[in-house]
């Protein structure tokens, strides 16, 4: 079935950086868009990155410049890499295959992602 699972999160302080990676199964991974979110405690989940299947990237306003999204089609992974993560970049961060005229969104199970001193 399809699955998308989430792994390398942490803790990290800030200034520092640390990647999260999103392995995929199931599904033609070369075909999709992948992104990510990001959900922090008592808030709404919000968009983070994407990228297109032509490797075409695209960042949310309070990450771009700090954060960077790539993908390996051959190893079926998408990864987001984070530097000079702040405070605020605390949060469980889902991978998500988003939706198509005839899929719907696949999420994984999400991984805590926690930037502290």
């Known amino acids: 079935q399809v699955q998308l699972v989430e792994s390398g999160g942490g803790l990290v302080q800030p200034g520092g950086s640390l990647s999260v990676s999103c392995a995929a199964s199931?599904?033609?991974?070369?075909?999709?868009?992948m992104a990510w979110y990001r959900q922090a405690g008592g808030q709404e989940r919000e968009w983070v990155a994407t990228?297109?299947?032509?490797?075409?990237?695209n960042y949310a306003d309070s990450v771009r410049g700090r954060f960077t999204i790539s993908r390996d089609n051959a190893k079926n992974t998408v990864d987001l890499q984070m530097n000079n993560p702040k405070l605020k970049d605390t949060a469980v961060y889902y991978c998500?295959?988003?939706?198509?005229?005839?899929?719907?969104?696949?999420w994984g199970q999400g991984i805590q992602v926690t930037v502290s001193s």
């Open positions: 998500n295959r988003p939706r198509t005229m005839n899929s719907p969104d696949v």
């Open positions: 199931g599904f033609i991974f070369s075909d999709y868009s």
């Open positions: 990228i297109t299947n032509a490797g075409k990237t």
